[in-house]
């Protein structure tokens, strides 16, 4: 009986045929999986020294121990390699290898240019076309808070332009001083390439010429009396400075580059990335990539920004923490990526190390906070394990709830929760979709989701490997009793789950739960267990009425004009386009109403009061 081959052996077989120029290898397991992604500048030296008797950390042994085959790909260049490698870390996540666990795309600003009149708007993902894209921002609520100063101060549209070519008067917009009305002709088109321009020239850091400029014009136009034009250029250099000011650089040396800082604690780090474009700080956001204890500093670090510019253009200048072995490499691999050359610096002394330092210092205190919630998260899975019997610690929590008013817009929702905390991209709506369920019958739409969810995850999911350990229902015994028909119409017999029910009054604190088999029982008020259970089934019920809200509101857009008695397809039409949208038209008066073509006096009075509940 011939004796199964060692990892070792696998990979000295593999060397036989390994090239010596660079490319990228992966370690593979016996059932093809991927243990480890790497590079190398000279393929079977690397590969080599996996063989070697000496030298390697455990975690490195085990893997070689695991190993039964091997893929390699040559590039033409060591800095093609890694940028492959990187590409590879992040679409197959290796178990062995350091790995960004948050790769979700950042927004911009942009700034569109096949229009006249170049619409100003928020934008995640692809770029599109030769428009112009101004960022990384941290956050949506940063680039949000950003875009209404931006139309403050430079009266930018931000409609559609199907929106901007149906207008036949200014929206709320021009209303509330955010936008020049250019679709209806209250600016030129000269005057509004003009605003552009200096939009364009603040957000590359050239703030302080345009607001030298506006405070020349205003001091003109109040030198010539014109107090109004006067008063409308001091409101927006008012808002470019409380701009400037919540965007207020570390120091002042500081232009395009991104701050990349290292904290550790064991086999935990976290990653502080601040963004400053401009001279204007963009934001930053933390990261807790998953490594072993073992892993160098340096390794985390440039492991980290391999994957984290994969998806990301770099800036011109990179400012790190700590000093990297791979600093070159990863300049060239980066400077690929760029349309300019790429630095990567790491300071120590000036301004640029006391703006690091700072970046350090977050990084820190976001490690503790991460690690301390961790820790009570931990405890919390530890805890409900042991409540409702699981062998376990939860990896995986589903909770279910539903929302309507009155039957109207139904909608189930599934919230997610396991040892990193809410899930939320793996949130899920359910639109209810059965024609024989009685509107408002709560059991037959919990019915409804739960088959709709647990018969997909059987036709996908077969080996289990992402089912939920532990469902949640918001409910009592009825709710109970239809997942218990569920699960045995499914042939489903080992799923754990439960109900759990508001007590007398609908009181928080006095919970009742729910499991098959077991008399309802209750937590002790304060008991943190309990508070955790609650902020689970709180968090569905926020994200069932956010659906529910959701699917009504455009409900009412798109059909609000359909519920009017007499209002057929060519009034519609009139109304939507001399208003623009169905909130244009709730939202105007009788007097506006009266002024459509076709709509007359009784038939805007029967619009007028549809929309204020009053017909």
């Given at each position: ?8 052996d ?10 010596t ?12 999986g991927v ?13 080599g ?37 990187a ?29 006249d ?8 993902g ?11 921002f ?61 939009a ?36 927006r ?8 000011h ?15 800082a290292?904290a ?25 990539p ?6 160098a ?20 200048l ?20 760029s ?27 976001s ?75 709560d ?14 995850l ?5 080996e ?12 009592g ?30 009181n ?12 309802p029982?209750?937590?002790?008020p ?21 659906s529910?809200?959701i699917?009504?509101?455009n ?22 386009r ?16 009266e ?21």
């Amino acid at each position: 009986m011939t004796a199964e081959k060692s990892g070792a052996d696998t990979i000295r077989e593999h060397l036989k045929q390994m090239p010596t120029g660079p490319g990228v290898y992966r370690m593979l397991d016996a059932q093809g999986g991927v243990l480890y992604v790497g590079k190398a500048k000279n393929l079977r030296s690397r590969v080599g020294n996996y063989v070697s008797a000496s030298g390697l950390s455990t975690r490195i042994m085990l893997m070689v121990s695991h190993t039964r085959g091997m893929e390699i790909v040559s590039t033409k260049t060591e800095a093609e390699a890694f940028l492959l490698e990187a590409n590879l870390i992040k679409k197959l996540k290796p178990r062995y290898n350091i790995l960004l666990r948050d790769d979700k795309s950042f927004p911009y600003i942009r700034l569109t240019v096949d229009h006249d009149f170049p619409q100003l708007m928020k934008h995640r993902g692809v770029r599109e076309g030769k428009d112009s894209y101004y960022g990384p921002f941290a956050s949506a609520g940063a680039v949000n808070e950003t875009l209404v100063i931006l139309q403050k101060a430079f009266l930018l549209r931000n409609c559609s332009d199907a929106v901007f070519k149906s207008r036949l008067r200014p929206c709320l917009q021009y209303q509330i001083k955010r936008c020049s009305a250019p679709c209806v002709g209250y600016v030129s088109k000269e005057q509004y390439a003009d605003l552009l321009a200096q939009a364009r020239r603040f957000l590359t850091g050239k703030s302080r010429e345009v607001q030298e400029r506006m405070a020349g014009e205003m001091q003109e136009a109040s030198a010539g009396m014109d107090y109004e034009k006067a008063a409308g250029l001091r409101d927006r250099i008012a808002v470019l400075t409380r701009l400037q000011h919540q965007q207020a650089v570390i120091r002042g040396t500081l232009e395009d580059a991104d701050l990349i800082a290292l904290a550790r604690a064991g086999d935990a780090s976290c990653v502080q990335v601040f963004f400053f474009r401009g001279g204007q700080n963009y934001g930053n956001k933390s990261y807790f990539p998953a490594h072993a204890q073992d892993s160098a500093d340096a390794e985390v670090l440039t492991a980290f920004i391999g994957q984290f510019y994969s998806t990301q253009p770099p800036p011109r200048l990179i400012l790190v923490s700590h000093a990297l072995p791979d600093a070159a490499l990863l300049e060239e691999a980066l400077t690929l990526r760029s349309d300019t050359k790429v630095e990567l610096h790491y300071p120590e002394r000036g301004e640029k190390k006391a703006a690091v330092e700072q970046a350090a210092l977050n990084a820190r205190q976001s490690l503790i906070r991460h690690l301390s919630e961790h820790a009570t998260h931990s405890q919390m899975l530890e805890k409900t394990a042991l409540l409702f019997g699981l062998a376990q610690p939860p990896a995986r929590i589903e909770v279910y709830d539903n929302s309507h008013i009155a039957g109207t817009h139904m909608v189930g929702a599934m919230i997610c929760a396991g040892a990193e905390g809410f899930d939320k991209k793996h949130y899920r709506r359910f639109n209810i979709r059965s024609a024989e369920l009685t509107p408002g019958d709560d059991y037959a739409m919990l019915r409804e989701v739960l088959t709709r969810r647990f018969t997909r995850l059987q036709k996908e999911n077969p080996e289990r490997t992402s089912w939920p350990d532990l469902v949640l229902i918001d409910g009592g015994m009825g709710q109970l009793s239809v997942a218990t028909q569920v699960f045995a119409d499914l042939g489903v017999t080992d799923q754990c789950y439960a109900a759990i029910a508001k007590g007398p009054d609908r009181n928080a604190g006095r919970e009742w739960f729910h499991l098959p088999g077991r008399e309802p029982f209750q937590l002790p008020p304060n008991d943190p267990v309990l508070h955790y259970l609650q902020r689970l089934r709180d968090e569905a019920h926020r994200f069932a009425i956010g659906s529910h809200r959701i699917k009504r509101s455009n409900a009412i857009r798109e059909s609000g004009l359909d519920q009017i008695p007499g209002i057929g397809a060519l009034r519609k039409r009139a109304l939507l386009r001399h208003f623009g949208s169905s909130r244009g038209v709730e939202a105007a008066t009788l007097g506006e109403l009266e002024k459509v073509a076709g709509i007359s006096t009784k038939v805007a009075e029967k619009i007028y009061k549809f929309f204020r509940n009053e017909g």
